[in-house]
């Protein structure tokens, strides 16, 4: 990466990360994919029961790997054969020690912004895990809320719907169009912008463009 995005990205994380603090979460600033997965390991002691959502950016640092391959309980998802199978799996993870999330994108002051379609991803960041693990790259930080919320509608939701190979129109247009669609993925929006429980939110800032 450019010298110059490297030096702009990490004095923005110090502000995002001073805001994060005034906010009742913890923010780390990692150089690289493999600093931000030292951090993250260092958060999550093993044995730890361990789930996540959809998180791009905690596959992209080689976090899951690391996990799946560790001695931790990792609550798997995706494998579950049956809906019965993935709702014991994901009731399962409620209760887990940590949750594995990323942003649709962050303000500079600190608010994270998340969209969800069957909102088991936000209804985990709200409540039930006991920690949860942000990784969060620097392409995600917009200016304030209004600019968290357009990248969340404009550029992480088109694309996510892209991925799903959904129908819907932020799919075939690209940018969000406030659509009804049975397909949409755009159900719930969760704006965290503080934590009551202390040492619960720990968000890991990447020198990096991550996920979506």
Not at 29 to 50: G, Q, R, W
Not at 100 to 124: K, P, Q, Y
Not at 142 to 160: E, F, L, S, Y
Not at 171 to 181: H, I, Y
Request: hydrophobic residues 35%; neutral net charge; aromatic residues 6%.
């Amino acid at each position: 990466m450019n010298e110059n995005i490297t030096k702009r990205n990490q004095l923005l994380a110090q502000k995002v990360i001073k805001g994060l603090e005034s906010r009742n979460m913890t923010g780390y600033y990692a150089a690289t994919k493999e600093e931000a997965l030292k951090i993250a390991l260092d958060l999550i002691p093993e044995t730890s029961s361990v789930t996540m959502g959809g998180a791009m950016s905690a596959r992209e640092i080689g976090l899951v790997d690391a996990l799946k391959n560790g001695n931790y309980n990792f609550i798997e998802r995706e494998n579950a054969e049956t809906p019965e199978e993935k709702r014991a799996a994901t009731l399962k993870g409620y209760d887990a020690d940590y949750f594995l999330s990323s942003a649709n994108a962050i303000t500079e002051d600190g608010v994270m912004v998340n969209i969800d379609g069957n909102s088991n991803r936000v209804s985990f960041i709200a409540h039930g895990p006991k920690h949860v693990i942000f990784i969060v790259g620097m392409n995600k930080v917009c200016d304030d809320i209004d600019g968290a919320m357009k990248r969340a509608r404009n550029v992480a939701a088109p694309i996510n719907a892209q991925r799903f190979g959904l129908t819907t129109p932020c799919a075939q247009t690209g940018s969000c169009m406030n659509c009804k669609s049975p397909d949409t993925i755009c159900c719930q929006f969760l704006i965290t912008r503080y934590s009551r429980h202390n040492d619960r939110m720990h968000v890991i800032l990447v020198n990096d463009s991550l996920g979506f």
